[in-house]
């Protein structure tokens, strides 16, 4: 079996070119590749084209290669908690394809699956489905680029006749992940709300390049508790237990009086 571990993150991410896609996992700022993505900034690759929940916060994550100029195109199905995101995208410096969560999730499992599209409920009615939605403005408040519209067809569902909206799956050339364990073998384990979208991301991804926590020998993992195989991993690289965990909202009780 092939060891699919790198030295850093450095070198995990060297070949990634100016004008990449990248399929970035996280939910909001759990599970953030954060090594990489600061590995990514130091060398300087720009023009990207990422697809991700959302794109962390100003100063974290996703946020700090948006700060640098970094990133073309943003995929997400939330752009709230980043400032900057809202005055690139309103100045026409950012593109932006905005996409219902649940979609998005399906759109990366599908790209990963083998799937070239699906139909689905969720937009149908709507911008999503009709088009229009404005993907870049022109800086002076016009839409420069608008959302096309999309093949809606109806179905029988349960004796139903309903209308369901064409969704194309998303492949991209790179993928970034933080999984809590993994081993030499790239089998991933992921932890809480981390596991919410960078399975998916891992999944979309050519070429998959994973942060782990903890990097366990070959069959150390129970198989039962594997959550992505390794089929999907091309370069997994230990970062520790205390890489940098951001909250975006703390919230404490007051003592008991």
């Not at 979609?103 to 911008?127: C, D, N, P, W």
């Not at 919410?196 to 903890?214: D, K, S, T, Y």
């Not at 390794?230 to 890489?243: F, N």
């Not at 940098?244 to 703390?250: C, G, H, L, S, V």
């Amino acid at each position: 079996m092939i060891d699919k571990t790198v030295a850093s993150a450095a070198e995990a991410v060297a070949d990634i070119p100016h004008g990449a896609s990248l399929a970035v996992g996280g939910f909001g700022l759990s599970g953030n590749p954060i090594a990489l993505i600061e590995a990514l900034l130091a060398q300087g690759t720009r023009d990207l084209s990422v697809v991700s929940n959302n794109c962390g916060v100003d100063d974290w994550g996703l946020g700090i290669l948006l700060g640098a100029g970094r990133i073309r195109k943003m995929t997400s199905s939330y752009v709230g908690e980043n400032k900057e995101f809202e005055r690139q995208f309103l100045s026409g410096e950012l593109e932006l394809e905005l996409t219902p969560q649940g979609t998005l999730a399906e759109k990366l499992r599908a790209g990963g699956s083998g799937i070239a599209a699906f139909y689905t409920q969720t937009g149908v009615g709507t911008q999503v489905a009709e088009g229009g939605l404005p993907r870049r403005y022109d800086g002076a408040g016009g839409i420069a680029v608008a959302s096309p519209v999309k093949d809606v067809r109806t179905f029988d569902v349960n004796g139903e006749q309903r209308e369901f909206v064409l969704e194309e799956a998303i492949i991209t050339d790179f993928s970034l992940v933080h999984a809590y364990k993994g081993d030499r073998h790239g089998n991933l384990v992921f932890r809480k709300a981390a596991r919410a979208f960078n399975p998916l991301a891992a999944m979309a991804g050519r070429i998959c390049i994973v942060q782990v926590e903890h990097l366990v020998e070959p069959g150390e993992l129970d198989p039962d508790a594997v959550h992505l195989p390794g089929v999907y991993v091309h370069r997994i690289v230990e970062v520790g237990p205390d890489i940098p965990k951001r909250i975006e909202k703390r919230t404490v009780r007051e003592g008991n009086r």
